[in-house]
Antibody
């Protein structure tokens, strides 16, 4: 059974960089045609897709966050990471990592981590 | 840029009742790229429906999805106590996008 687990700093100061890692177990990041995604949810609000990285290492980001986001992969550790620079209070959210799967031409987020709360505060 | 709108914002129902949730896109969306998720407090979203109408693995058949173009529907035929949650539609285009959600709560 595939499992995803987020880790990283739960408290980040304004203007600094948020860094999170998603460890994948029960499967390989490099197998299959899956993409590996970050999604966030501010407290009490809806879901916002941040971006993804493919097994080949190509990335695609939400245009609204593109200038501040970097997603990278460490194949040796079977994990992928998120960096978000110049954070403000608006970046306070639960951050999820998720796999995008595909079946019969349909795409969807089928496996999710449990989420980790990141608070931006001085 | 596609915008997803979900209605109603809150649906107050009793166990055993039928729930009908709407998701409307500002422009046509491929049915292949439309999914529904359920989220309970403190939990990650769970995939219910993909391809507008296909149930994900392990999802009970009281959940069904339909629609095409700009109008999609999630139906829960008979609400069970564990179905009270927030439901999100999502389109999987170049830039995946979630709707604002519909909360199904206890009447």
């Amino acid at each position: 059974q595939l499992q995803l687990q987020e880790s990283g700093s739960g408290l980040v100061k304004p203007s600094q960089t948020l860094s999170l890692t998603c460890a994948v177990s029960g499967g390989s990041l490099t197998s299959g045609g899956y993409s590996w995604n970050w999604i966030r949810q501010p407290p009490g609000k809806g879901l916002e897709w941040i971006g993804y990285i493919s097994p080949s290492g190509s990335t695609y980001y939400n245009p609204s966050l593109k200038s501040r986001v970097t997603i990278s992969v460490d194949r040796s550790k079977n994990q992928f990471s998120l960096r978000l620079t110049s954070v403000t209070a608006a970046d306070t959210a639960v951050y999820y990592c998720a796999r995008a799967g595909m079946s019969l031409g349909s795409y969807f987020f089928d496996y999710w981590g449990q989420g980790t709360l990141v608070t931006v505060s001085s | 840029e596609i915008v997803l709108t979900q209605s109603p914002g809150t649906l107050s129902l009793s166990p055993g009742e039928r729930a009908t949730l709407s998701c409307r896109a500002s422009q046509s969306v491929s049915s292949s790229y439309l999914a529904w998720y359920q989220q309970k407090p403190g939990q990650a979203p769970r995939l219910l429906i993909y391809g507008a109408s296909s149930r994900a693995t392990g999802i009970p058949d009281r959940f069904s999805g339909s629609g095409s173009g700009t109008d999609f529907t999630l139906t829960i035929s008979r609400l069970e106590p564990e179905d009270f949650a927030v439901y999100y539609c999502q389109q999987f285009g170049n830039s995946p996008l979630f709707g604002p959600g519909t909360k199904v709560d206890l009447k």
